[in-house]
T-cell receptor, first 109, second 115 residues
Framework: AQRVTQPEKLLSVFKGAPVELKCNYS??????LFWYVQYSRQRLQLLLR??SRESIKGFTADLNKGETSFHLKKPFAQEEDSAMYYC???????????FGTGTLLAVQP | DTGVSQDPRHKITKRGQNVTFRCDPI?????LYWYRQTLGQGPEFLTY????????KSRLLSDRFSAERPKGSFSTLEIQRTEQGDSAMYLC?????????????FGQGTRLTVV
């Protein structure tokens, strides 16, 4: 079965510390991976996707097919990074998303 | 705001009543999705439309749930004979037709509480 696992419900770090949000997936084919973010009182929005190989707001994510992981990283956390982060994969022609349970990132001043 | 809009934002209903939610996608987007999110979980896929055609439905979508997208524009999600287990946030998303792994644009959701 296709599944996305985010093992941490909450990750608390201090401002300026490195951040790594973990994401592992199980999928029989070659999925495309995403990170979506939801800031307080805002709608869910795309942060980055593997296919674009981009860095957004200082965040990067590397797809490791051997470990089936797509961890999200940022070298220096900022308070405005505090939000709920969801890892997701897409499968098939419909582009529907399969989400993990999310990790709440809290950046302390 | 030219993004995806959902109405109502909040709905409280008594068990056994029917409810209907509306989603207006971004106008040029052919693809439309409904998701359901319960506390502590990520969004779970319910159904997918390409233009007016409903092409996929999740097993989560019981017979009490029905969705439509007449003329490929707005979409409605109806829940008949609501149960307390239907309490959740219902999210709508749209994306353009072309390409794979395209960005999904989400609405702010409709929060349903069944009492």
């Amino acid at each position: 079965a296709q599944r996305v696992t985010q093992p941490e419900k909450l990750l608390s770090v201090f401002k300026g510390a490195p951040v790594e949000l973990k994401c592992n997936y199980s999928y029989s084919g070659s999925p495309e991976l995403f990170w979506y973010v939801q800031y307080s009182r805002q709608r869910l929005q795309l942060l980055l996707r593997h296919i674009s190989r981009e860095s957004i707001k200082g965040f990067t994510a590397d797809l490791n097919k051997g470990e089936t992981s797509f961890h999200l990283k940022k070298p220096f956390a900022q308070e405005e990074d505090s939000a709920m982060y969801y890892c997701a994969l897409t499968r098939g022609a419909t582009n529907k998303l399969i989400f993990g349970t999310g990790t709440l990132l809290a950046v302390q001043p | 705001d030219t993004g995806v809009s959902q109405d109502p934002r909040h709905k409280i209903t008594k068990r056994g009543q029917n409810v209907t939610f509306r989603c207006d996608p971004i106008s040029e987007h052919n693809r439309l999705y409904w998701y359901r999110q319960t506390l502590g979980q990520g969004p779970e896929f319910l159904t997918y439309f390409q233009n007016e055609a409903q092409l996929e439905k999740s097993r989560l979508l019981s017979d009490r749930f029905s969705a439509e997208r007449p003329k490929g524009s707005f979409s409605t999600l109806e829940i008949q004979r609501t149960e307390q287990g239907d309490s959740a946030m219902y999210l709508c998303a749209s994306s353009p037709q072309t390409g794979f792994a395209t960005e999904a644009f989400f609405g702010q959701g409709t929060r349903l509480t069944v009492v």
